[in-house]
């Protein structure tokens, strides 16, 4: 539970930073703070990941810190805790605008198809917040309007600090070892990557779930909610194409 003192804390900063120009482009309803501390920032090597919850961003990070030699990684870290640490927040980017931003770094992401993001946000964080809650009471409650109170079920497009045209690469966790390659050896030179480094351990096997979950219309009133993330990232609309 959040103190008084640290929630206006986080509202004054959040205040501050809207004003920063590299956020022109932030959702209005989405904490400035939290999209800027997502960021990894590497001046050495000119690359910016924006790091979106529920899509493999730790097994993301913790590779690119394994082929990143500045970086010290520990093995015990599937986290990603200290890897994140190495790198800088968004605003310690050197640029002052988002058209400097994109000109001056190699800016990626991984996305995730909505339908499995959002059900594993509901195995993860939703029931975690209420037991009891449905698959479909969950969905419920985000068409009533708290779909931006929790940046694990927030749309994808939302989470990011630019345009998704704005984007050099984007990454999908589907192909995540693919995808993971082409920004290793972007990054680090062509034959660098090997392979991915500490999947999660806490995966909640969404993928194989979908068909048990969504039920009675579910998967249109989910596709209504995210039909940015759906358009943006190219998924298929249908669930049997998942």
């Given at each position: 539970?959040?103190?008084?003192?640290?929630?206006?804390?986080?509202?004054?900063?959040?205040?501050?930073?809207?004003?920063?120009?590299?956020?022109?482009?932030?959702?209005?309803?989405?904490?400035?703070?939290?999209?800027?501390?997502?960021?990894?920032?590497?001046?050495?090597?000119?690359?910016?990941?924006?790091?979106?919850?529920?899509?493999?961003?730790?097994?993301?990070?913790?590779?690119?810190?394994?082929?990143?030699?500045?970086?010290?990684?520990?093995?015990?870290?599937?986290?990603?805790?200290?890897?994140?640490?190495?790198?800088?927040?968004l605003d310690a980017a050197r640029a002052a605008t988002l058209d400097e931003l994109q000109q001056r770094y190699f800016l990626f992401t991984f996305v995730r198809n909505p339908y499995t993001r959002l059900l594993?946000?509901?195995?993860?964080?939703?029931?975690?917040?209420?037991?009891?809650?449905?698959?479909?009471?969950?969905?419920?409650?985000?068409?009533?309007?708290?779909?931006?109170?929790?940046?694990?079920?927030?749309?994808?497009?939302?989470?990011?600090?630019?345009?998704?045209?704005?984007?050099?690469?984007?990454?999908?966790?589907?192909?995540?070892?693919?995808?993971?390659?082409?920004?290793?050896?972007?990054?680090?030179?062509?034959?660098?990557?090997?392979?991915?480094?500490?999947?999660?351990?806490?995966?909640?096997?969404?993928?194989?779930?979908?068909?048990?979950?969504?039920?009675?219309?579910?998967?249109?009133?989910?596709?209504?909610?995210?039909?940015?993330?759906?358009?943006?990232?190219?998924?298929?609309?249908?669930?049997?194409?998942?």
């Amino acid at each position: 539970m959040i103190d008084p003192l640290q929630k206006l804390r986080i509202h004054l900063r959040n205040r501050r930073l809207r004003r920063h120009p590299l956020a022109a482009e932030c959702h209005p309803q989405i904490s400035v703070g939290f999209v800027f501390a997502r960021a990894l920032v590497s001046e050495s090597h000119r690359f910016c990941y924006f790091r979106l919850p529920k899509c493999a961003n730790s097994t993301v990070v913790n590779t690119l810190a394994w082929y990143d030699p500045e970086v010290e990684t520990r093995p015990d870290d599937g986290a990603a805790r200290a890897a994140k640490r190495s790198y800088g927040r968004l605003d310690a980017a050197r640029a002052a605008t988002l058209d400097e931003l994109q000109q001056r770094y190699f800016l990626f992401t991984f996305v995730r198809n909505p339908y499995t993001r959002l059900l594993s946000s509901y195995l993860d964080k939703g029931l975690q917040k209420d037991p009891r809650q449905s698959f479909a009471d969950f969905i419920a409650r985000l068409e009533r309007g708290g779909l931006h109170e929790n940046a694990h079920w927030a749309p994808q497009t939302a989470m990011l600090p630019v345009r998704p045209e704005r984007l050099a690469f984007i990454g999908r966790t589907e192909r995540i070892e693919e995808d993971l390659k082409t920004v290793v050896d972007r990054i680090f030179g062509q034959g660098t990557f090997q392979a991915p480094r500490n999947r999660e351990v806490n995966r909640k096997g969404a993928a194989d779930k979908l068909a048990r979950y969504y039920s009675d219309g579910l998967a249109e009133r989910v596709h209504a909610l995210y039909a940015d993330d759906f358009a943006a990232f190219d998924y298929p609309s249908q669930l049997d194409q998942v």
